[in-house]
């Protein structure tokens, strides 16, 4: 299994994801720098959480304008597996290859906490290691992470399955007073229609070493693993 | 184009700089000439208090700064300190306290930014930041402005940067009403034999300017920076400078990049002073000359004179001097990272700096005349009448307490013992993924990912204490920083200061600021750590009333193994809870006093160093074993503070703990007192005699106090029940008041 991560300009979990992938996975991980016009053949890529273009504009917003982010909707669009954690799943509404928007926290303040979110969907690349149902502690660190679409929207997302975790209590409840953003319907995940692209507001690779007690995250590399 | 004419170097002119007659006719003595208006502004920077350290500079030369780990002492951008596998440590603390007084928010933020220029100059990756804040009264309405402003800033440039912000203190006082303090901590890692210095050396080289455009902001900061607050602070908003975190994190990248390289010869971030004090500086650490043209420095604005550009502290800006020849390589790299990248000098020869613009010398000084021949004074000081006053504590008047509960929740909603989380929430303190210990416990944890090590660090202070006593304040600011190192598991290998104070020039402040650097400097002699980098920050007064002295310190402790760290938190029902070291009847200068009593009176707790570093030995080995499970430093609040912090604070489910005492001395010393070298622990219960037998050959206190379990904290005292309250509710109390301020 090859590995890429992109590096934009103000990326700054790349370095993470990378230690997660290389060292603690032993995956075949390589840069891949933003201005780069074309993509070697990877089985996952990877655009990492951080500040690209310091959030300037919008979070993500100017990202999409990158010289690689053309062979990077190609490649999605060919089925090619895509996973946008933080900052990355901003990029990826961005340019629209998954739907809706991430605004500014209800609170309007950066949280960095680690919490519950429940698994929605175990029939995806990123899920496929665990079962529906299960809690994982992930943490979360954004101002822009309330996840927002119109109604219709969120209908389909919810016919197609295509919503993979949502922000809950310990044991699993779903309620407002455990949405840490204000996103609807506690949305933390979602993947696009063929669910071969997956964004996501929580950090895996940041509960993924097992230097830490906790290592709920690698079950979305795992499943990745598994799945290629 | 012609530049426009300078104003005249007169009397009035020479006082706006911040100059004294006296400081001028020194300058005109050592240039056998009258210095023209650019090099005049230049002296002024060069010799405020702020860049010359002309009142503190011969007492700072008291403190111990060597030591065999110590790869690199004072002086240079940061401190550097061997721990071994061919790795150092780099860290520094700096404040940033007028101009966060003045903007809260991009003063907090370029604080921010400024620490960490001066680890990644250094050759060094920055991994963690911590804070140490301090604010007036938090019922204001302008210090929750403060407050909300520092926190954002903070936040906004750390998270963006992805340097985790993993700790730090705020603390609240009347006496920071008008000077709210702001103080700053860097940790980097580097290969030791990759460090980088501020050098301008190799006749030839060139003088490579790199980073953000200068404009006309924070001209004169360091100037301002040197000054009391007189009155309205709003007109000064242009001293600030403005932070752009997102080219700091391409200069740190783009850096980091460059020195893997031979050709960087030197680097220095351009501060405080701009590029004023990073080409003078980096020249007389060489000893030799710099030609600079000023034309080709980037620039923001149109029109600006030699003196804005000299004076400017735009921001994310560095000066490096590189091999003659070398210049497209370098390019190459800054280019990549879309950063301005241009040659504006020379190394020469002269020992003078020579600057032009537009092809017209502006100015021509020996460098060493600048750099070395700031005064340096000998302040008179003189001990302070207050101090009569407040030593007089007649404990026979406090009557003793029926119970404890009361106050046991009146400290824990005290703000400056209450969670913190609402700050350190809207920080990223996990970016890096090297957090082993996360925010809110006695010190982070921080792994070296290319080693098996760990280092932990923690920032101390007391200003209260010192406000009383600052000999014996600064010895426990030192004490406690230590003593939390190793509730955490490490060994302290070096300290950064941060000394805020008043104006220098009354007697009574530089006698606190002498007591104060000779405790700092008793302890760290003791412990045989050195001081390897650090900052003073003078004149935090405002209509002639100063802060109470407030030295912050930092330490990094040294964990051999990155898997043995401690928390501050209970980890088993069933455990036993004891405590290391001996409580005495003490309630001088205690937060019990102040928030019950209103009193910030009496002596501050007694210290007896050689006691206290036998009992972090103890707490070390106790953690190295495997013996302790958990270790939390009693400090504010006392031992009741302590037990219920323990509790409730862990990530998990809370844990109650019942507590049974025999004492005869005063209760509320013995709950809610302050003494000092004591450490709450938790064990498993087999474990009792083996550490009462470690503590005995130690010739240490060792007392096992209870069991960890149930849904209540419950103290008897002889037998008698002085505490008992549903830990819920004891939490619920600690978490409420920074958010009521925060919200």
Same mark, same amino acid.
């Given at each position: 299994?090859?590995?890429? @991560?992109?590096?934009?300009?103000?990326?700054?979990?790349?370095?993470?994801?990378?230690?997660?992938?290389?060292?603690?996975?032993?995956?075949?991980?390589?840069?891949?720098?933003?201005?780069?016009?074309?993509?070697?053949?990877?089985?996952?890529?990877?655009?990492?959480?951080?500040?690209?273009?310091?959030?300037?504009?919008?979070?993500?917003?100017?990202?999409?304008?990158?010289?690689?982010?053309?062979?990077?909707?190609?490649?999605?669009?060919?089925?090619?597996?895509?996973?946008?954690?933080?900052?990355?799943?901003?990029?990826?509404?961005?340019?629209?290859?998954?739907?809706?928007?991430?605004?500014?926290?209800?609170?309007?303040?950066?949280?960095?906490?680690?919490?519950?979110?429940?698994?929605?969907?175990?029939?995806?690349?990123?899920?496929?290691?665990?079962?529906?149902?299960?809690?994982?502690?992930?943490?979360?660190?954004?101002?822009?992470?309330?996840?927002?679409?119109?109604?219709?929207?969120?209908?389909?997302?919810?016919?197609?399955?295509?919503?993979?975790?949502?922000?809950?209590?310990?044991?699993?409840?779903?309620?407002?007073?455990?949405?840490?953003?204000?996103?609807?319907?506690?949305?933390?995940?979602?993947?696009?229609?063929?669910?071969?692209?997956?964004?996501?507001?929580?950090?895996?690779?940041?509960?993924?070493?097992?230097?830490?007690?906790?290592?709920?995250?690698?079950?979305?590399?795992?499943?990745?693993?598994?799945?290629? | 184009?012609?530049?426009?004419?300078?104003?005249?170097?007169?009397?009035?002119?020479?006082?706006?700089?911040?100059?004294?007659?006296?400081?001028?006719?020194?300058?005109?003595?050592?240039?056998?000439?009258?210095?023209?208006?650019?090099?005049?502004?230049?002296?002024?920077?060069?010799?405020?208090e702020h860049c010359s350290y002309k009142s503190s500079k011969i007492l700072l030369k008291t403190l111990p700064t060597e030591g065999p780990r110590v790869v690199q002492g004072p002086g240079e951008n940061a401190g550097v300190v061997d721990i071994g596998?061919?790795m150092v440590a780099v860290f520094k603390i700096e404040s940033h306290n007028?101009?966060?007084?003045?903007?809260?928010?991009?003063?907090?933020?370029?604080g921010v930014?400024g620490i960490l220029r001066d680890i990644f100059t250094m050759g060094a990756?920055p991994i963690a930041l911590l804070n140490s804040l301090r604010?007036?009264?938090?019922?204001?309405?302008?210090?929750?402005?403060?407050?909300?402003?520092?926190?954002?800033?903070?936040?906004?440039?750390?998270?963006?940067?992805?340097?985790?912000?993993v700790g730090g203190e705020?603390n609240?006082?009347?006496?920071?009403?008008?000077?709210?303090l702001v103080n700053v901590f860097c940790l980097g890692v580097a290969?030791k034999?990759?460090i980088f210095l501020g050098k301008?050396?190799?006749?030839?080289?060139?003088?490579?300017?790199?980073?953000?455009?200068?404009?006309?902001?924070?001209?004169?900061?360091?100037?301002?920076a040197s000054?009391?607050?007189?009155?309205?602070?709003?007109?000064?908003?242009?001293?600030?400078?403005?932070?752009?975190?997102?080219?700091?994190?391409?200069?740190?990248?783009?850096?980091?990049?460059?020195?893997?390289?031979?050709?960087?010869?030197?680097?220095q971030d351009?501060g405080a002073?701009?590029?004023?004090s990073?080409?003078?500086e980096?020249?007389d650490r060489?000893?030799?000359?710099?030609?600079?043209?000023?034309?080709?420095?980037?620039?923001?604005?149109?029109?600006?004179?030699?003196?804005?550009?000299?004076?400017?502290?735009?921001?994310?800006?560095?000066?490096?001097?590189?091999?003659?020849?070398?210049?497209?390589?370098?390019?190459?790299?800054?280019?990549?990272?879309?950063?301005?990248?241009?040659?504006?000098?020379?190394?020469?020869?002269?020992?003078?700096?020579?600057?032009?613009?537009?092809?017209?010398?502006?100015?021509?000084?020996?460098?060493?005349?600048?750099v070395e021949?700031a005064?340096q004074l000998v302040r008179?000081t003189?001990?302070?009448?207050?101090?009569?006053?407040?030593?007089?504590?007649?404990?026979?008047?406090?009557?003793?307490?029926?119970?404890?509960?009361?106050?046991?929740?009146?400290?824990?909603?005290?703000?400056?013992?209450?969670?913190?989380?609402?700050?350190?929430?809207?920080?990223?303190?996990?970016?890096?993924?090297?957090?082993?210990?996360?925010? !809110?416990?006695d010190a982070a944890v921080i792994?070296v990912?290319?080693?098996?090590k760990a280092l932990a660090i923690s920032v101390d202070g007391n200003s209260?204490y010192c406000h009383?006593n600052p000999f014996r304040g600064a010895q426990i600011a030192v004490a406690e920083c230590f003593r939390n190192i190793a509730c955490s598991g490490g060994v302290p290998i070096g300290l950064t200061n941060c000394l805020n104070f008043g104006?220098p020039?009354?007697?009574?402040i530089m006698w606190q600021f002498e007591q104060a650097v000779a405790g700092i400097g008793n302890v760290c002699n003791y412990f045989n750590v050195p001081i390897v980098s650090g900052n003073v920050s003078l004149y935090n007064?405002?209509?002639?009333?100063?802060i109470y002295p407030t030295p912050i310190v930092a330490a990094v402790g040294l964990l051999?193994?990155?898997?043995?760290?401690?928390?501050?938190?209970?980890?088993?029902? !069933?455990?036993? @809870?004891?405590?290391?070291?001996?409580?005495?009847?003490?309630?001088?200068?205690?937060?019990?006093?102040?928030?019950?009593?209103?009193?910030?009176?009496?002596?501050v707790?007694?210290l007896d160093i050689q006691y206290e570093r036998k009992i972090q030995e103890?707490?070390i080995?106790?953690?190295?074993?495997?013996?302790?499970?958990?270790?939390?430093d009693?400090a504010?609040?006392?031992?009741?503070?302590?037990?219920?912090?323990?509790?409730?604070?862990?990530?998990?489910?809370?844990?109650?703990?019942?507590?049974?005492?025999?004492?005869? @001395?005063?209760?509320?010393?013995?709950?809610?007192?302050?003494?000092q070298s004591?450490?709450?622990?938790?064990?498993?219960?087999?474990?009792?005699?083996?550490?009462?037998?470690?503590?005995?050959?130690?010739?240490?206190?060792?007392?096992?106090?209870?069991?960890?379990?149930?849904?209540?904290?419950?103290?008897?005292?002889?037998?008698?029940?002085?505490?008992?309250?549903?830990?819920?509710?004891?939490?619920?109390?600690?978490?409420?008041?920074?958010?009521?301020?925060?919200?």
């Amino acid at each position: 299994m090859k590995c890429g @991560i992109v590096v934009f300009p103000g990326s700054n979990c790349d370095r993470d994801s990378f230690h997660i992938l290389k060292e603690i996975l032993g995956l075949e991980t390589e840069w891949i720098w933003h201005k780069e016009n074309s993509l070697k053949k990877f089985d996952l890529v990877v655009l990492p959480g951080g500040f690209s273009y310091g959030d300037y504009l919008r979070p993500g917003a100017i990202s999409k304008f990158s010289p690689i982010m053309k062979s990077i909707i190609k490649y999605a669009e060919n089925g090619g597996k895509l996973l946008g954690i933080c900052n990355g799943f901003q990029i990826l509404v961005e340019c629209g290859l998954l739907p809706g928007v991430l605004m500014r926290n209800i609170s309007h303040a950066f949280i960095c906490d680690t919490v519950p979110v429940r698994l929605e969907n175990d029939q995806t690349p990123f899920t496929s290691s665990s079962s529906k149902g299960t809690v994982l502690k992930l943490p979360i660190a954004h101002a822009d992470g309330r996840y927002f679409a119109d109604e219709d929207t969120i209908k389909e997302l919810n016919d197609n399955d295509q919503i993979v975790l949502r922000y809950c209590d310990s044991s699993g409840t779903v309620s407002d007073e455990n949405n840490p953003n204000g996103s609807v319907t506690n949305i933390a995940g979602i993947v696009n229609k063929a669910k071969t692209v997956c964004g996501m507001m929580p950090h895996p690779e940041r509960q993924a070493d097992p230097l830490w007690p906790n290592i709920d995250g690698q079950v979305i590399f795992k499943s990745l693993i598994q799945s290629t | 184009m012609p530049l426009p004419p300078s104003p005249p170097v007169n009397i009035e002119n020479i006082e706006s700089l911040g100059l004294t007659l006296g400081e001028f006719e020194r300058i005109q003595d050592l240039l056998g000439r009258n210095p023209n208006w650019t090099e005049l502004a230049i002296f002024s920077v060069m010799w405020s208090e702020h860049c010359s350290y002309k009142s503190s500079k011969i007492l700072l030369k008291t403190l111990p700064t060597e030591g065999p780990r110590v790869v690199q002492g004072p002086g240079e951008n940061a401190g550097v300190v061997d721990i071994g596998d061919g790795m150092v440590a780099v860290f520094k603390i700096e404040s940033h306290n007028h101009p966060s007084f003045i903007e809260p928010f991009q003063g907090a933020a370029t604080g921010v930014g400024g620490i960490l220029r001066d680890i990644f100059t250094m050759g060094a990756r920055p991994i963690a930041l911590l804070n140490s804040l301090r604010f007036g009264d938090p019922d204001e309405p302008h210090t929750r402005y403060l407050l909300k402003g520092v926190v954002s800033g903070i936040s906004s440039y750390g998270n963006c940067v992805g340097v985790p912000n993993v700790g730090g203190e705020i603390n609240f006082d009347f006496c920071y009403d008008n000077n709210n303090l702001v103080n700053v901590f860097c940790l980097g890692v580097a290969q030791k034999d990759r460090i980088f210095l501020g050098k301008a050396s190799g006749i030839g080289n060139s003088v490579l300017y790199v980073g953000s455009k200068t404009g006309r902001d924070g001209i004169k900061g360091a100037s301002m920076a040197s000054a009391s607050f007189e009155s309205s602070t709003e007109e000064m908003r242009p001293t600030v400078q403005v932070g752009d975190p997102f080219t700091e994190k391409l200069l740190i990248e783009a850096c980091l990049e460059a020195m893997q390289h031979d050709w960087v010869v030197g680097i220095q971030d351009m501060g405080a002073a701009g590029l004023t004090s990073s080409s003078f500086e980096m020249a007389d650490r060489s000893g030799t000359g710099i030609e600079l043209d000023l034309s080709k420095v980037p620039m923001r604005e149109t029109g600006m004179t030699p003196f804005e550009i000299l004076l400017s502290e735009s921001q994310e800006r560095m000066l490096f001097v590189i091999e003659n020849g070398r210049e497209d390589e370098a390019k190459k790299i800054f280019d990549k990272w879309d950063l301005d990248a241009v040659v504006i000098g020379k190394v020469t020869d002269t020992g003078i700096m020579r600057m032009t613009m537009e092809g017209e010398e502006v100015v021509n000084l020996p460098i060493d005349t600048v750099v070395e021949s700031a005064p340096q004074l000998v302040r008179p000081t003189k001990k302070p009448s207050y101090l009569d006053a407040v030593d007089n504590l007649n404990v026979k008047l406090i009557p003793e307490l029926e119970r404890g509960d009361g106050i046991l929740k009146l400290l824990l909603k005290s703000v400056n013992i209450a969670d913190k989380s609402w700050a350190y929430k809207q920080y990223d303190h996990m970016v890096g993924i090297n957090t082993l210990v996360l925010p !809110g416990s006695d010190a982070a944890v921080i792994r070296v990912k290319e080693s098996q090590k760990a280092l932990a660090i923690s920032v101390d202070g007391n200003s209260r204490y010192c406000h009383l006593n600052p000999f014996r304040g600064a010895q426990i600011a030192v004490a406690e920083c230590f003593r939390n190192i190793a509730c955490s598991g490490g060994v302290p290998i070096g300290l950064t200061n941060c000394l805020n104070f008043g104006n220098p020039e009354k007697p009574e402040i530089m006698w606190q600021f002498e007591q104060a650097v000779a405790g700092i400097g008793n302890v760290c002699n003791y412990f045989n750590v050195p001081i390897v980098s650090g900052n003073v920050s003078l004149y935090n007064e405002t209509k002639g009333k100063s802060i109470y002295p407030t030295p912050i310190v930092a330490a990094v402790g040294l964990l051999e193994d990155q898997t043995k760290h401690c928390t501050q938190w209970f980890k088993n029902p !069933g455990d036993r @809870i004891g405590l290391l070291g001996l409580t005495l009847e003490e309630i001088g200068g205690t937060e019990y006093l102040e928030s019950y009593l209103d009193l910030c009176q009496g002596s501050v707790p007694a210290l007896d160093i050689q006691y206290e570093r036998k009992i972090q030995e103890l707490c070390i080995d106790l953690i190295q074993e495997d013996i302790a499970l958990s270790a939390h430093d009693c400090a504010d609040g006392g031992l009741a503070v302590a037990l219920a912090e323990a509790c409730f604070t862990g990530p998990g489910e809370s844990l109650g703990a019942t507590i049974n005492l025999y004492a005869s @001395i005063r209760n509320d010393a013995l709950l809610f007192g302050e003494s000092q070298s004591r450490i709450v622990i938790s064990y498993s219960p087999d474990k009792k005699d083996i550490i009462e037998e470690k503590a005995k050959n130690a010739g240490l206190d060792f007392s096992d106090l209870g069991t960890v379990g149930g849904t209540d904290l419950t103290v008897n005292l002889n037998d008698k029940e002085f505490i008992k309250e549903k830990i819920s509710t004891l939490e619920e109390v600690w978490r409420e008041p920074l958010q009521r301020y925060g919200g």
